[in-house]
């Protein structure tokens, strides 16, 4: 069985600002409320990388959300690359070829870095995934797709924690659940589809929550974040 995960460990807080500064300064607002930080395109694209490397350095954990998708030798080397920059996780998107390469690239690397399968985007629901070409629905594509990542070795999934508990019986009790889409009771929606909050997360048998906007956004960044932990050790 998997080591047991502290609620405050099981936020991860999207850092999606625009620059390293800002991105600092909410840090240090929200202080020992968290301990995860996750940077994506806005920040990576934005001296995020180096911000990374600083917050490893100093103690954080970091989920390095690059969403990698190319052929596989790009993807290998890609990989590659970033397990240099002492990360947890990595996201490449869930489709075979891309993530057997990413495992060839983690393995060849042999960092210790996560990479997580990103199943089916949670601002989709099934008439997104029709539109974009699929005939299955967003759940059974999820399924089929943790199906997938788990027979290729990766270590874990992210989807809503609406599939939550459809996908820990595809991959079993080793691999990693995390879900975006977290919205505390009554807190704005924005873009997301398929939402839930992080107690009802943390009872799906997620092990990380992802939350962006509800923090940054807030006038007090370090109390939401707080609440979020607090709500989800109540929950476990
Ligand atoms: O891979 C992700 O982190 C991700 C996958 C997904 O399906 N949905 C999703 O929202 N995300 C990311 O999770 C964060 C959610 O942010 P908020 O909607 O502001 O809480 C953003 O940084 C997204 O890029």
Same mark, same amino acid.
Not at 180 to 191: C, V, W, Y
């Given at each position: 069985?998997?080591?047991?995960?502290?609620?405050?460990?099981?936020?991860?807080?999207?850092?999606?600002?625009?620059?390293?500064?800002?991105?600092?300064?909410?840090?240090?607002?929200?202080?020992?409320?968290?301990?995860?930080? @996750?940077?994506?395109?806005?920040?990576?694209?934005?001296?995020?990388?180096?911000?990374?490397?600083?917050?490893?350095?100093?103690?954080? @954990?970091?989920?390095?959300?690059?969403?990698?998708?190319?052929?596989?030798?790009?993807?290998?080397?890609?990989?590659?690359?970033?397990?240099?920059?002492?990360?947890?996780?990595?996201?490449?998107?869930?489709?075979?070829?891309?993530?057997?390469?990413?495992?060839?690239?983690?393995?060849?690397?042999?960092?210790?870095?996560?990479?997580?399968?990103?199943?089916?985007?949670?601002?989709?629901?099934?008439?997104?995934?029709?539109?974009?070409?699929?005939?299955?629905?967003?759940?059974?594509?999820?399924?089929?797709?943790?199906?997938?990542?788990?027979?290729?070795?990766?270590?874990?999934?992210?989807?809503?924690?609406?599939?939550?508990?459809?996908?820990?019986?595809?991959?079993?009790?080793?691999?990693?659940?995390?879900?975006?889409?977290?919205?505390?009771?009554?807190?704005?929606?924005?873009?997301? @589809?398929?939402?839930?909050?992080?107690?009802?997360?943390?009872?799906?048998?997620?092990?990380?929550?992802?939350?962006?906007?509800?923090?940054?956004?807030?006038?007090?960044?370090?109390?939401?974040?707080?609440?979020?932990?607090?709500?989800?050790?109540?929950?476990?």
């Amino acid at each position: 069985m998997p080591e047991p995960i502290s609620p405050r460990d099981r936020l991860i807080v999207a850092l999606d600002m625009a620059s390293t500064d800002e991105a600092e300064r909410l840090i240090a607002r929200i202080g020992d409320a968290a301990s995860f930080y @996750k940077i994506g395109y806005r920040l990576g694209y934005a001296g995020g990388l180096g911000l990374a490397e600083r917050l490893v350095r100093g103690g954080h @954990k970091v989920f390095l959300d690059l969403k990698l998708h190319d052929i596989g030798n790009t993807v290998e080397e890609g990989v590659q690359s970033l397990a240099g920059i002492g990360a947890t996780f990595l996201t490449v998107h869930a489709y075979p070829q891309t993530m057997r390469a990413a495992a060839s690239g983690r393995d060849k690397a042999g960092s210790g870095l996560k990479i997580l399968g990103v199943t089916v985007l949670t601002s989709y629901d099934d008439a997104d995934a029709r539109e974009a070409g699929y005939a299955l629905s967003v759940a059974d594509l999820v399924a089929v797709r943790a199906a997938a990542a788990k027979a290729i070795g990766i270590d874990g999934i992210v989807c809503s924690a609406a599939e939550a508990a459809q996908v820990r019986a595809v991959i079993g009790p080793d691999r990693l659940i995390v879900t975006p889409g977290i919205r505390p009771t009554g807190a704005e929606i924005g873009d997301q @589809k398929r939402v839930v909050t992080p107690a009802e997360a943390m009872r799906a048998g997620v092990d990380h929550v992802v939350v962006g906007r509800p923090i940054t956004a807030a006038a007090d960044p370090r109390d939401v974040a707080r609440r979020i932990v607090d709500e989800m050790a109540t929950a476990l």
